[in-house]
Nanobody, 128 residues
Framework: QVQLVDSGGGLVQPGGSLRLSCVASGFTFDHYTIAWFRQAPGKEREGVSC??????????SYADSVKGRFTISRDNAKNTVYLQMNNLKPEDTAVYYC???????????????????WGQGTQVTVSS
């Protein structure tokens, strides 16, 4: 069955770094777009970054709030997408989820309705 397992969250001080991982199974990984979303308490889920199925630098996207600090990458041999998060800020605190879409990033955008499977979430807390 289709499964996405996200991990790598934790507690980090402002300015620190974390790397999240999303390991996929049960489907042909390199045929699907994978995106990262996050949801902070009392806020709506928001898209963070996206990597299209045949991902090159031009097939990735970032929310304005994380541009220049976060980097998404995918290792199709390991069925894994990574989100490298640098210079973390307290406002990055949230539960982070990876999700799968059959559409390229430019079409799926960050509309949750275009993503059919989700990871269970990993907590990221940025605090001194």
């Amino acid at each position: 069955q289709v499964q996405l397992v996200d991990s790598g969250g934790g507690l980090v001080q402002p300015g620190g770094s974390l790397r999240l991982s999303c390991v996929a199974s049960g489907f042909t990984f390199d045929h699907y777009t994978i995106a990262w979303f996050r949801q902070a308490p009392g806020k709506e889920r928001e898209g963070v970054s996206c990597a299209s199925a045949s991902s090159s630098d031009s097939d990735t996207s970032y929310a304005d709030s994380v541009k220049g600090r976060f980097t998404i990458s995918r290792d199709n041999a390991k069925n894994t997408v990574y989100l490298q998060m640098n210079n973390l800020k307290p406002e990055d605190t949230a539960v982070y989820y990876c999700a799968r879409s059959t559409y390229f990033c430019y079409y799926a955008d960050y509309d949750p309705r275009e993503y059919d499977y989700w990871g269970q979430g990993t907590q990221v807390t940025v605090s001194s």
